[in-house]
C-alpha cells in the first residue's frame, strides 16, 4: 500500500486565494517531500521537512509535519495560473525509496 | 548544469516488443534510482542502481524487466515482451550521494511508454 496518501484528490481555487492540500503516512519516515508534476512532466522537488522540524517555508510555500498524528500539510498562498499542477509527497523512512501518494490536482482558475 | 535527462520522452511499442530506456543522471551524480508512474498514480519505486552495481530490485518485476547503469554511458531500463500493463511513465531520478544521507532526488522528464 502507499506510504503516502493526498487528501484533497482535486481542488480547484480562483487566482490569489490559498491552497491547502494534506498527505497523511503509516509509519515512521526520517523526512518528507513535496513534488510538483505539471502535465505530462517530470517531477519538481520543493521542499524536504524532517522529522524533527514543524514548520517549513519557502516562497510562497508552508508546509508543516506533525508526526504524532503521521500527517503533513502544504499551503499555497496567493495562488496563481502557474501553479496549476499534481502535487505529490513523498515520504523517506531512512533508505532511499521515495513512497508516493496519488496525488492533489490543483486547479487554478484566472 | 544540465538536469536528469531521458529518453525517449514518448515510446510505442506493440506487445511482444521490447522497450529500452535511457537515462543519464545529472553531472557528478553516481546514485540512480527508477519509478514507475501509472495512470492516476503516484510513482511507484523500481530499482536503486550505482555505477555498474544494482543495489535493490525489489520494486521491479520478477520477470521481463532489467536494469542496469554501466561505467560509461546511460542507465538503462529494459523491458522485454512488453504488455499492455506495462504502458506507464517510466521516471528516472538521481542524487550525489546515497539516498539515506538525506540527499535530494532529481527527477527526469519521463518516458512514456504506450503499449499497443
Known amino acids: 500500500s502507499q506510504q503516502g496518501e493526498e487528501d484533497p484528490q482535486a481542488l480547484s481555487i480562483q487566482e490569489g486565494e490559498n491552497a491547502t492540500m494534506n498527505c497523511s503516512y503509516k509509519t515512521s519516515i526520517n523526512n518528507l517531500q513535496w513534488y510538483r508534476q505539471n502535465s505530462g512532466r517530470g517531477l519538481v522537488h520543493l521542499i524536504l521537512i524532517r522529522s524533527n522540524e514543524r514548520e517549513k517555508h519557502s516562497g510562497r510555500l508552508r508546509v508543516t509535519l506533525d508526526t504524532s498524528k503521521k500527517s503533513s500539510s502544504l499551503l499555497i498562498t496567493a495562488s496563481r495560473a502557474a501553479d496549476t499542477a499534481s502535487y505529490f509527497c513523498a515520504t523517506d523512512r531512512n533508505d532511499y525509496k521515495l513512497s508516493f501518494g496519488a496525488g492533489t490536482t490543483v486547479t487554478v482558475r484566472a | 548544469n544540465a538536469g536528469v535527462m531521458q529518453n525517449p520522452r514518448h515510446l510505442v511499442r506493440r506487445r511482444g516488443q521490447e522497450a529500452r530506456l535511457r537515462c543519464s543522471p545529472m553531472k557528478g551524480h553516481s546514485h540512480v534510482y527508477w519509478y514507475r508512474q501509472l495512470p492516476e498514480e503516484g510513482l511507484k519505486f523500481m530499482v536503486y542502481?550505482?555505477?555498474?552495481?544494482?543495489?535493490?530490485e525489489s520494486g521491479m518485476p520478477k520477470e521481463r524487466f532489467s536494469a542496469e547503469f554501466p561505467k560509461e554511458g546511460p542507465s538503462i531500463l529494459r523491458i522485454q515482451q512488453v504488455v499492455r500493463g506495462d504502458s506507464a511513465a517510466y521516471f528516472c531520478?538521481?542524487?550525489?550521494?546515497?539516498?539515506?544521507?538525506?540527499?535530494?532526488?532529481?527527477f527526469g522528464p519521463g518516458t512514456r511508454l504506450l503499449v499497443l
Open positions: 531520478a538521481s542524487s550525489l550521494a546515497r539516498r539515506d544521507t538525506q540527499e535530494t532526488q532529481y
Open positions: 542502481l550505482q555505477k555498474e552495481n544494482i543495489i535493490d
